[in-house]
Nanobody
Framework: QVQVVESGGGLVQPGDSLRLSCTVS????????MGWFRQVPGKEREAVAC????????YYTDSVKGRFTVSRDNAKNSLVLQMNSLKPEDTAMYYC??????????????????WGQGTQVTVSL
C-alpha cells in the first residue's frame, strides 16, 4: 500500500520562504518521477514542480519559475519543495504524487491516485 505524507506548510507573509517535504512508502521511490501539485477550493489541481527519477528533468509551472526549487533524496524516499519569495497567489493545499513528465519537460501530469492529505500553505499579511 502506497503512503504519501506531506509536511512543512504554514502561514507566512509575502516574501517569506517555506520548505515542504514529502515521504513516500510502499513503492520503489527511485523508479518514479515525482511532483508537487497544488489546489485551491473550486479549482483543479495544478502541477507546480516535477522531477525525474534521478533529479532530471525538472518541470516548473511558469508562475513559480525562479522562486521554487524541487529536489529529491532517493535514499530517504523524500521529495522537497523549497519555496522562496512567496506570494498570496501561492496559497493552496500542496500535494506530492508520482508523475509523468512529457518530452522536453513541457508538462507534468499526475500518474497515480495515491494522494496524501496535503499540507496547507497560506501566504497573507
Amino acid at each position: 500500500q502506497v503512503q504519501v505524507v506531506e509536511s512543512g506548510g504554514g502561514l507566512v507573509q509575502p516574501g517569506d520562504s517555506l520548505r515542504l517535504s514529502c515521504t513516500v512508502s510502499g513503492l520503489p521511490f527511485d523508479q518514479y518521477p515525482m511532483g508537487w501539485f497544488r489546489q485551491v477550493p473550486g479549482k483543479e489541481r495544478e502541477a507546480v514542480a516535477c522531477i525525474g527519477r534521478s533529479g532530471n528533468p525538472t518541470y516548473y509551472t511558469d508562475s513559480v519559475k525562479g522562486r521554487f526549487t524541487v529536489s529529491r533524496d532517493n535514499a530517504k524516499n523524500s521529495l522537497v519543495l523549497q519555496m522562496n519569495s512567496l506570494k498570496p497567489e501561492d496559497t493552496a493545499m500542496y500535494y506530492c504524487v508520482t508523475v509523468g513528465i512529457t518530452a522536453h519537460a513541457a508538462n507534468c501530469v499526475s500518474a497515480s491516485e495515491d494522494w496524501g492529505q496535503g499540507t496547507q500553505v497560506t501566504v497573507s499579511l
